[in-house]
């Protein structure tokens, strides 16, 4: 879920600016999530306090890698009753599910694990059986889930959630919301790369935001574009910096929740701005489990939804992407 990065150099050039404008303004940064967190702002006084405690809220109603979560307590079939968020959670699951057939699915939880990227992470050593799959995929299907009043149906007890595609996009939501209910009406909110943006930046233009090539060699973050990013949200999806190996195999994080193997696409990256964060979140993973065509004409499908691809062909990178997709500013 964590693959587009606000690099360091501009969030400080942003920090700076800001800072010299009239009004009081705020940054607030953090860890979170098992990643960071930088959030500014211009506001009457400082929401820092307000900011982590919407966090803290997501953290307990959707992390699996919280024992006490209520997506883990769900997991292990223990009585639960379930939040509004976790509730809008599971009903935007569903929908983006089935708008991309299948190829979002947070009931994934079993095949993360035995993959090695989820709430039972560790390095494995052995490749999947194709039995062992089949028998994973069982229980993998949110079409075949459904809430009752404030209980969650499960396809079956061995059915698990892991909602950590969509998870962090709905945290930034949430704070953005915190945010906008509290009067304020400028300010960009990054959690692990996933971004909202609300009004303009201090020089009155739209904020800028940098998206990273997808270099697997290199923790830094090289520019592959910026980017203006107006009243809307961006995430970024990608296995170039999340995977591990196993019998000498590469094995990227993304899976299909159809086939239950990590995908073989030849995207590298996918970039999804939206509305709001959750759905770019979600959609930017689904666009790594499609072929690019089909991605791209998926999202074109979509109202006020955009996408950037970046492909990998003919040892080279080129970028696809949707029809009204900001590739100039």
Sequence with gaps: MTRLYLAMPLIYSLLLTFASCGDKNYHNSGAIWGT????????????????????????????????????????RNENVEISQDFINVFELSRRISALCDGAFDP??????????????????????????????L???????????????????????????????????????????RNGVSDYLVEIGGEIVARGVNPKGKPWKIQID????????????????????????????????????RRIGHTLDPRT??????????????????ATADALATACMVLDDSVAINL??????IEALLAVYSSDSIILRHTKNFPLKH
Excluded at 107 to 136: A, C, E, R, Y
Excluded at 144 to 165: E, I, P
Excluded at 264 to 269: H, K
């Design 299 to 304: 999202i074109d499908s979509l109202p006020d």
């Design 36 to 75: 960071t967190y930088n959030i500014t702002y211009s506001a009457t006084h400082d929401f820092g306090d307000s900011i982590i405690s919407v966090m803290d809220d997501i953290e307990h109603e959707l992390s699996m890698f919280s024992p006490s979560s209520t997506v883990s307590l769900i997991n």
């Design 260 to 277: 239950g193997y990590p995908v073989e696409t030849s995207t590298l990256s996918a970039t999804v701005i939206a509305p709001d964060c």
């Design 213 to 248: 090539a997808p270099l697997a060699d290199t923790l830094a973050h090289i520019p592959m574009l910026v980017i203006p990013l107006v009243n809307s949200a961006i995430a970024t999806s990608g296995n170039y910096r999340n995977f591990h190996t196993a019998q000498g």
């Design 107 to 136: 009931t994934v939880g079993p095949l993360t694990n035995m993959w090695g990227f989820g709430s039972d992470k560790g390095k494995i050593d052995h490749v999947p059986t194709d039995n062992q799959i089949d028998s994973i």
């Design 138 to 180: 069982q229980c993998v299907g949110i079409s075949d889930c459904r809430l009752d009043g404030t209980k969650v149906l499960k396809k079956s007890a061995d059915t698990q959630f892991d909602f950590s595609s969509i998870a962090k996009g709905y945290g930034v939501d949430a704070v953005a919301a915190m945010l906008s």
